[in-house]
């Protein structure tokens, strides 16, 4: 029987391989810390384009209607954009029916409030139920003014309206610390409705 010889056996010393394990471990720290950030980077980023669209879109839907307010083909009394300092009502007659219709399917009567205790713009249409337009709204208001550009009161004397709506981010950036780390996002717009005629 012949002795088997292993001679110059290749092989890792317990040293080299604590070595080459250090050294993987490193690198995979290193791999997960900027995994982690970009995670945390990515989130922050979500929430603010979230907040953006969710500020841009309620403005849009508000600018559409009340670009159509004070419409009224067959005439009316009514006078299009209602003053008001907690609700923004516009009427106009879609049907051309000379009246404006208070029906809950109807879109001839719009109000829009800021519900401050939700944080929330909700949307009715005539008599039915209010319908949540955007969340997340820190801030929501409107100013009236007149053909001169003057702020008004009267109904009657409408031609602008101011809207500014302020949004928050839906959850707070631990990066961030300003505003209990919640980001915000201001918009405004000044809308000439053209069937109120300046």
Not at 55 to 74: F, H, Q, S
Request: aromatic share 8%.
């Amino acid at each position: 029987m012949q002795a088997l010889k292993l001679g110059n056996a290749n092989g890792f010393t317990l040293t080299e391989l604590i070595v080459a394990m250090g050294i993987g471990m490193v690198a995979m720290a290193a791999v997960t810390t900027t995994f982690i950030a970009q995670a945390k980077f990515y989130n922050a980023q979500e929430q603010i384009n979230a907040m953006q669209q969710n500020a841009r879109g309620a403005l849009d839907v508000i600018t559409r209607e009340l670009k159509m307010a004070g419409y009224k083909p067959n005439g009316g009394t009514f006078d299009g954009v209602t003053y008001g300092t907690t609700q923004l009502l516009i009427q106009t007659d879609l049907d051309s029916s000379g009246t404006i219709s208070t029906s809950s399917t109807a879109n001839e009567q719009i109000t829009y409030v800021y519900d401050s205790s939700n944080n929330q713009i909700t949307r009715k249409r005539g008599t039915g139920t209010a319908e949540v337009l955007a969340d997340n709204i820190t801030d929501f208001t409107f100013s009236y003014y007149d053909a001169n550009g003057a702020s008004t009161t009267t109904s009657a004397n409408i031609r602008q309206v101011k809207v500014n709506i302020t949004a928050k981010t839906a959850k707070p950036d631990p990066n961030y610390t300003a505003n209990n780390g919640y980001r915000t996002y201001q918009i405004a717009a000044t809308i000439t409705p053209l069937n109120l005629g300046l």
